[in-house]
């Protein structure tokens, strides 16, 4: 796909609706979103101030800590002229009502009356879609534990699109933990879905899961599995960098021995493919060094950028406020 | 009382004015609240958008935790048009220069300086009135410790009279911990002063303080006292639920005994007076059981959304921000 | 110098800047924002609804707590139109992404994608500089640690200034922890620049480090020691008052030995020069007794009010956005 400015109509398509999961959008709402947060884009590059959301109130509700997605939300509701009340829970220091024995369908009934879209974080998995019944109001999941991160999915597709002007066809290679990692689970369907070819690059250990990989080539997806770096990155046209939890690790020396071939640095950057986007979720630790950073494609910050377009167009098109120009 | 539009003259009783407890309050200044509170609520209904307190600034400082009572003023502050600052502070760490030595009074004395009205709640009593003192912009007490929580008896009131259309006479049952329970007190007060009889439904270690009733008896409230909960309900027009502790109680297996036959649930809902009202300040855990929550008359949640407009006619008549269209 | 309204040249002359320390600024960026504070302070009293900075976005990042400055940030921000997303962090609690190993940089850069200024807190010495490498939005510096604090320095002279009408030629008296103090450091090379005398007060074992005083006077400043406040205050324009940690002692007798002839209170005012002004950078614990707070000349809580315009000038003049009238 290529950025298109969404129609009136279109926008109708996730009015009301709550963001808990990428698995159960259309095609016609992947796409809307993503020309919406496109379209956005546009308006913040022109410097135009806008009130498609002037008077609404939006509640970022973090049960545990995520300063990079709250900011993230927070700033993209006053880009939409809209407003933010939020709780910012800290891991051991529970202050809502929640440590009062109530339950979060309890607490979200009254929060529902207060504002006019619901933003939540919480390390329990299904507490987005226990939120979405508890409120009227259009939940989104800006995280779920175990579960779903979908907003951080759509940055992802977003800014490989932007990156490389299309998405269909792009060979994709998924490097770190596979097997644990969420994030890469939800985005391997997504990327199913815009016809991406998959590069899964991990130690043995931490391969894709074989019943995702079996699934996946089932519905025709090209897919292919290496331990080798190098080789990877030779053909890919996307580098999508996680990863993998020192903890995932019986001791120190093996995490060393085994992550030493996996950094990317300059000599993975200059066996890349010319054009090779490098993208990561963040925060990064030492798996991508900061000499990268410096590479035309290494797209990690403008990725985490997107973020804010793409929250825009969720926020504006959930509660129907898109004002289109 | 039913609720009229308040004339241009009411709206100065409370300009200026602290809004430290309920009791110090004329008919007046209650009614006028009361009536403020019924023409926001209008003007959101029909989704005008305010600007009474565009450009002013409400500082929220929480000294404890209350994270209901602190989004509810928030989003108020936010529907009138005005902007927030805040002081969330958590139970074991505390950041404020309080924690430095720094009196309350000086706090207060530097913050009245950034801001155009001031919200504060703390875990001591009399901190509500220690911050008027300091402050010359009006302060509203947002719950201090064992002292008044007036907002929250204030809602209360709405509530009773949107869901009735009246309150003059009306019968209220006052469940639960009545002898330790701060709001209960604060309310029968505002009770008595709206005519209202009163029931007092409690275990007996529980029940309301002697020197309490005997006083409201001797000003002519008609008071009936009982530990039959089924006998109360089908006789009161309101029933006010609060929690008792579970602490209040030497061991689990004493508090289970007693507090069974004190739960709100499809029984007593059945043996209920037509169109009796069920209220509860929240967080609830177990006195009134989720089934209870599709009765008609199950207004609670309803009634933590009253927050809203409430705080938002104290906040635009203490600072004198009314606009009447 | 006195204020005067800034001209629409001068206004260029922080545009884009950073403000990490006042070392670097020249005469006429300290001049501008002393100037634009006035000018800010003057439409504040006049009760001018701003829009200078409206549609933008300010970053509180407090990686440790400090309420006053805070909010100061904040309410200064609100004053001019814009918006706020804040990170309050707590001392025990650090719960930004730092803690999961990201280095200050790469929070900075995804957080700079964000919002148009960047307010960074930290008690880490040379955060700022570091905030304001990654940045590409100007960077303000709330305090790094045993580094600098600019805006408070600032509004030290702002509040001298408008308390006295000028401020060359004024004998400034320095009482306290001038040994350790950041503060009073930041503050004497500052008022050196503004032709200020200077009188250094403080028990022998926290008096001004020598070669501080051996440059300040090598640069022609003149200079006076003494450990006696009443002697002091006889000839003192200003006296700035700033606390010594009980820390810094060895034992309690003998913090309170020598600490209780340095007590402000209403014998030191009585032996004061005719008009002289009291500064203190709060929170003050006993250093000044609350009796003298009804003094004329106890100019410390509009000292901390001076914060508002000081600020605001600094965010609107390093973003471009002030808009004169």
Redesign the interface.
């Known amino acids: 796909m290529r950025f298109v400015k969404p129609s009136k109509q279109e926008l109708e398509l996730l009015k009301g609706q709550d963001i808990i999961s990428t698995k159960n959008l259309t095609r016609e709402q992947l796409e809307l979103i993503l020309n919406t947060a496109a379209y956005y884009e546009e308006a913040l590059k022109n410097k135009r101030?806008?009130y498609d959301m002037?008077?609404k109130?939006m509640?970022a509700l973090f049960f545990e800590?995520s300063?990079?997605t709250r900011?993230?939300f927070?700033?993209a509701m006053?880009?939409l002229?809209g407003?933010?009340?939020s709780?910012?829970e800290?891991?051991?220091?529970q202050?809502?009502?929640t440590?009062?024995?109530?339950t979060l369908?309890?607490?979200i009934?009254?929060?529902d009356?207060?504002?006019d879209v619901i933003v939540i974080r919480s390390p329990q998995k299904g507490a987005a879609v226990e939120a979405a019944d508890a409120a009227d109001r259009p939940v989104i999941n800006a995280g779920d534990g175990e579960g779903e991160h979908p907003t951080q999915a759509l940055l992802d597709i977003y800014t490989i699109i932007k990156e490389h002007g299309h998405i269909e066809g792009l060979k994709v290679a998924l490097l770190g933990d596979l097997k644990y990692g969420r994030t890469v689970h939800s985005l391997v369907y997504l990327l199913k879905r815009f016809g991406c070819e998959l590069i899964f690059v991990a130690p043995q250990q931490f391969m894709m899961p074989p019943e995702i990989t079996e699934e996946l080539r089932n519905e025709g997806v090209k897919i292919k599995e290496t331990s080798d770096l190098k080789e990877a990155v030779a053909e890919a046209d996307v580098l999508y960098v996680t990863r993998i939890q020192r903890e995932r690790f019986s001791n120190t020396e093996e995490y060393e021995n085994i992550m030493d071939s996996y950094i990317v640095d300059e000599n993975i950057v200059a066996a890349a493919k010319k054009g090779m986007v490098i993208l990561h979720p963040?925060?990064?630790?030492n798996e991508i060094t900061?000499s990268v950073d410096a590479y035309e494609g290494a797209a990690y910050?403008?990725q985490?950028?997107n973020?804010?377009p793409i929250r825009m167009a969720l926020l504006a098109l959930v509660t129907g406020n898109v004002c289109l120009k």
């Open positions: 101030r806008l002037d008077g109130i509640s800590p300063t990079r900011l993230s927070e700033a006053r880009r002229g407003s933010v009340v709780l910012a800290t891991p051991r220091v202050t809502s009502s440590a009062k024995g109530e369908h309890d607490s009934k009254v929060i009356g207060y504002v963040l925060p990064r630790v900061k910050f403008r985490a950028h973020g804010i």
